[in-house]
């Protein structure tokens, strides 16, 4: 069966400094993947997707990177922590790229606060 | 975009009530999720439900596509059904899902 992993489950990190959270998914192949943010108390907002190794789309402009340097390995990163990047990450996927009717699956999250 | 509106904001119950929460969206779809997450953040899949209904033990969902809504109904509710109910249905290709504000629900013993 298929299972995602995030890591590290809560994070405190000081203005400015860099940031790298961690997705991977095991038992399947090519998925799509995903980042969203969740600030305290709102819904969910995608940050960015991957239909593949090394491609990137990003849904807002923000301080966050991802990349995707294996199938089923996929990195929020930033060089430069900002207050407003505190809120809570997941990381989500769907099997088999390009069908947009299959259901989307998260990982349990992380919490980041930026001090 | 498309737009996803969810009522109501907040719902109080006691154990053992029923309740219907209801999910709006402005533009057709080919699916809708319903999500609970729990008070430790995460996100559980209830219902994956493009149309009609959908029954999971005390949980029910039923979408009416062509009217652009879907209700979730939770039967007997137990204090474990406390958290945030998301529906989120997707828009712009690749399962690109987009988020409803969300239920909070609280069950009291």
Redesign the interface.
């Known amino acids: 069966s298929q299972t995602i992993h995030q890591w590290p489950a809560t994070l405190v990190q000081p203005v400015g400094s860099p940031l790298s959270l961690e997705c991977t998914v095991e038992g399947t192949s090519n998925p799509?993947l995903?980042w969203?943010r969740q600030a305290a108390g709102?819904?969910?907002?995608?940050l960015f997707?991957s239909?593949g190794i090394g491609q990137i789309?990003s849904?807002v402009p923000q301080n966050l990177s991802a990349s995707r340097p294996q199938d089923r390995q996929f990195i929020l990163s930033s060089k430069k922590l900002l207050l407003s990047d505190s809120g809570?990450y997941?990381c989500?996927w769907?099997p088999e790229?390009?069908?947009?009717?299959?259901?989307?699956?998260?990982g349990?999250?992380t919490?980041l606060s930026i001090l | 975009g498309i737009q996803v509106e969810q009522s109501p904001p907040d719902l109080i119950l006691q154990e053992g009530a029923n309740s219907t929460l209801r999910c709006n969206f402005s533009d057709s779809v080919?699916?809708l999720?319903w999500?609970h997450q729990n008070p430790?953040?995460?996100?559980i899949?209830l219902f994956?439900i493009?149309s009609g209904t959908k029954q999971n033990g005390r949980l029910s969902a039923t979408t009416v596509a062509t009217e652009r809504y879907s209700l979730l109904y939770i039967s007997s509710s137990q204090t474990t059904d406390s958290g945030v109910y998301?529906c989120?249905v997707?828009s712009g290709?690749?399962?690109?899902?987009?988020?409803?504000?969300?239920t909070r629900l609280a069950v009291h013993p």
């Open positions: 799509n995903y969203y709102r819904g969910l907002q995608l997707y239909v789309s849904e809570f997941l989500a769907t790229t390009g069908r947009s009717n299959q259901p989307q699956h998260f349990d999250g919490r | 080919n699916n999720q999500f430790w953040g995460q996100l899949n994956y493009p998301f989120a997707p290709g690749y399962n690109k899902l987009i988020f409803g504000a969300g």
